[in-house]
């Protein structure tokens, strides 16, 4: 697939880190177009990709008090139920998301984060 300019729902509880990585990404030519702080929010968006044209989801593990990666891998799940063929970037703190296709550990930096959605 390797969207060069990719339409991306992002979900990361961090307020800084979503600013900046959404920032990165939109430098890089990709498209932010769903966003949440909260794994309930993610969950609320999911039926409005199709229509929004997401086509990568970047999942961060923790969205809010769940243990580590459980929430991340809630919602990659609940995305892959409802949408098989769909991307999802795991974007942990160190330790990989199960139910993601691709893992980015936060520590590899957001040239890596890029580099994942544009190959995806």
Same mark, same amino acid.
């Given at each position: 697939?390797?969207?060069?300019?990719?339409?991306?729902?992002?979900?990361?509880?961090?307020?800084?880190?979503?600013?900046?990585?959404?920032?990165?990404?939109?430098?890089?030519?990709?498209?932010?177009?769903?966003?949440?702080?909260?794994?309930?929010?993610?969950?609320?968006? $999911?039926?409005?990709?199709?229509?929004?044209?997401?086509?990568?989801?970047?999942?961060?593990?923790?969205?809010?008090?769940?243990?580590?990666?459980?929430?991340?891998?809630?919602?990659?799940?609940? $995305?892959?139920?409802?949408?098989?063929?769909?991307?999802? $970037?795991?974007?942990?703190?160190?330790?990989? $998301?199960?139910?993601?296709?691709?893992?980015?550990?936060?520590?590899?930096?957001?040239?890596?984060?890029?580099?994942?959605?544009?190959?995806?």
């Amino acid at each position: 697939m390797a969207p060069e300019n990719a339409i991306i729902g992002h979900f990361e509880d961090n307020e800084q880190n979503a600013a900046d990585s959404n920032e990165y990404l939109e430098d890089a030519g990709h498209t932010v177009v769903s966003t949440a702080t909260a794994l309930d929010e993610a969950i609320e968006q $999911i039926p409005t990709f199709k229509d929004k044209g997401v086509q990568i989801a970047i999942v961060d593990g923790n969205l809010g008090e769940g243990p580590d990666n459980e929430d991340g891998e809630t919602l990659a799940k609940a $995305i892959h139920d409802k949408y098989p063929d769909m991307i999802v $970037i795991g974007n942990a703190m160190d330790s990989p $998301i199960r139910e993601a296709n691709v893992n980015v550990t936060k520590e590899a930096g957001l040239d890596a984060l890029v580099a994942a959605v544009t190959k995806a």
